[in-house]
T-cell receptor, first 113, second 113 residues
Framework: NAGVTQTPKFQVLKTGQSMTLQCAQD?????MYWYRQDPGMGLRLIYY???????DKGEVPNGYNVSRLNKREFSLRLESAAPSQTSVYFC????????????FGSGTRLTVV | QKEVEQNSGPLSVPEGAIASLNCTYS??????FFWYRQYSGKSPELIMS????GDKEDGRFTAQLNKASQYVSLLIRDSQPSDSATYLC?????????????FGKGTTLSVSS
């Protein structure tokens, strides 16, 4: 079982470039999430999608956009990358929105120079 | 006050000992509580969930919840070197709160052989 698949695993961007991080899950989960993890800051929620067709901002949404393409896929876009967006990005999914545990993807390590 | 607080550690225990990891949360409406294990360079992995006051045991792991004290803990019995990782406490306030899992910054556990 693949679970939650993220691509790419590593990426280096120049300041001002754009890119899309892809996430797909094969567990028939309804809810999906994007987090970033920085040293000393822990995991912080960027955006989430409680169900197909809905998206909402999390704690740190500035500089990002998301698209819930279908039930399986939830992408994160950086329109104009900044060095402050250097981080490890994790996609996660859960059976439904609310009191459920999350399954995480393997992460994307992004460096903006 | 941070929503979810953990001592960063490191917590060092000898092989075979009991490791005790603690977490406090600030919002009394919190409904569900999770422990994740994260190895260095890897993604978080769900190891325990607990929803009601008391203890929940799963193999060598026991989660304890005290909602009155807003406290959740994880005990690891017969600690092994393979348990060396960062342990993340996560709290969900439920659907009505309009948010997703909130993570603590994690406690690093080191088990020496």
């Amino acid at each position: 079982n693949a679970g939650v698949t993220q691509t790419p695993k590593f990426q280096v961007l120049k300041t001002g470039q754009s890119m899309t991080l892809q996430c797909a899950q094969d567990m028939n989960h309804n809810s999906m999430y994007w987090y970033r993890q920085d040293p000393g800051m822990g995991l912080r929620l960027i955006y989430y999608s409680a169900s197909e067709g809905t998206t909402d901002k999390g704690e740190v949404p500035n500089g990002y956009n998301v698209s819930r393409l279908n039930k399986r896929e939830f992408s994160l876009r950086l329109e104009s990358a900044a060095p402050s967006q250097t981080s490890v990005y994790f996609c996660a999914s859960s059976e439904a929105y609310g009191n459920y545990g999350y399954t995480f993807g393997s992460g994307t390590r992004l460096t903006v120079v | 006050q941070k929503e979810v607080e953990q001592n960063s550690g490191p917590l060092s225990v000898p092989e075979g000992a009991i490791a005790s990891l603690n977490c406090t949360y600030s919002d009394r409406v919190s409904q569900s509580f999770f422990w994740y294990r994260q190895y260095s360079g890897k993604s978080p992995e769900l190891i325990m969930s607990i929803y009601s006051n008391g203890d929940k045991e799963d193999g060598r792991f026991t989660a304890q919840l005290n909602k009155a004290s807003q406290y959740v803990s994880l005990l690891i019995r017969d600690s092994q070197p393979s348990d060396s990782a960062t342990y993340l406490c996560a709290v969900n306030k439920g659907i009505k709160a309009g948010t997703a899992l909130i993570f603590g910054k994690g406690t690093t556990l080191s088990v020496s052989s």
